[in-house]
């Protein structure tokens, strides 16, 4: 399976899926349709069994999917059937709201902690989540077995943070900072631009309509 | 142009090249080379022409690029060279931190106010963003011609503050929730869920290495 690239839409899609199975297991759902998964999440039945099909063969003809095991192997394909530890630089307002992001902790990542440079927020919380100077990020990292770090910093400090992650050991970087970062072919790196995502909204209601 | 459907993963790039464009500009740069273009976005030159290809002809052979020329053409693409009014429902952690995120305003998207229920916010303000009652959301919209809406509170909550806003004149909606949304065709709706983000790395991370 893992010589074929998987494309990111149908990861993307997974989680979704995932998400919504996981209602319907709540729900007291023992089997599902491609097509109630695809009503659910607003795609196509086709759809469904393609980003599937990428990782074997789900489900019985005419029955459908077992709804807790589909979910349980989508959750082990996701790589988060365990948890992963994350930390936090920057404790400004976007710092804070993602370390208290529920969707997190419910999809098993475990922020530790944040940190920041401020004098005035270092020391206290962010919810339950302690803020600790920036210094301490390396050791940190190494003593709790940090993996995923995410990034909240004004765009000209993320780079120097980036690097510096990297070299205590993490394997994972989440931006949020509007600034191309570069990391080594071995970590994983992921930009989440805010802005980016309205101006795809704008240009499909200007120039795609 | 219209007939032909612009990748989203392209509009997204725009969106990044144009960053970078800015910043030439301000440090000066009068042309510049698809090479330096992909150089300092972390792409291929071969991607970056043909993105802007998707638009029409750009730039003279062995010359290059207009910085300012082409940054006003791709700004125009994405529909952000003129300002848009957006509202945020949701004034906790997250709808405070999108409230005051710069990358909004730099990029002409003009945050208006904020919307909540909670009698101890509404009346404050997140920065300098006022925070308004639920109530007064339709009459907000329709008397400030607020075109783009951002979801920012708890996933059971977001379809019904979506339709009010659809009924209010709401064009596109950015939201937060994780939960699946619909809308009328002729609205445009995006999704963010800062989860998936976190999967599309730790399944990068477990199963396609």
Redesign the interface.
Known sequence: M?SQ??P?AT??R???YS??LKQLEKNGLITVSSGTIAE???GSPAQVRKDLAYFGEFGTRGVGYNVSDLNRYITK????DNK?N?IIVGA???G???S??K??D??G?NVLALFDNDPEIVGKKA?KIPVFSAPRMTSFIKENNV??GIIAVPAPFAQDIVDEMVGAGI????NFA?R?I?VPDYV?L?N?????????????????K
Chains 1, 2 share one sequence.
């Open positions: 893992k690239k998987i990111e990861i993307i997974l989680s979704v998400r919504y659910g999440v607003d394909i996701l790589g988060i992963w994350v400004g307002n976007l804070s709201a993602l208290q992001y969707g997190f419910e999809r990542f919810g993996e995923i394997k994972a970087i989440l509007p191309v570069s994983e992921r989440v631009d805010l802005a980016v995502n309205m101006e795809v909204l704008t240009f499909n209601m200007t120039f795609q």
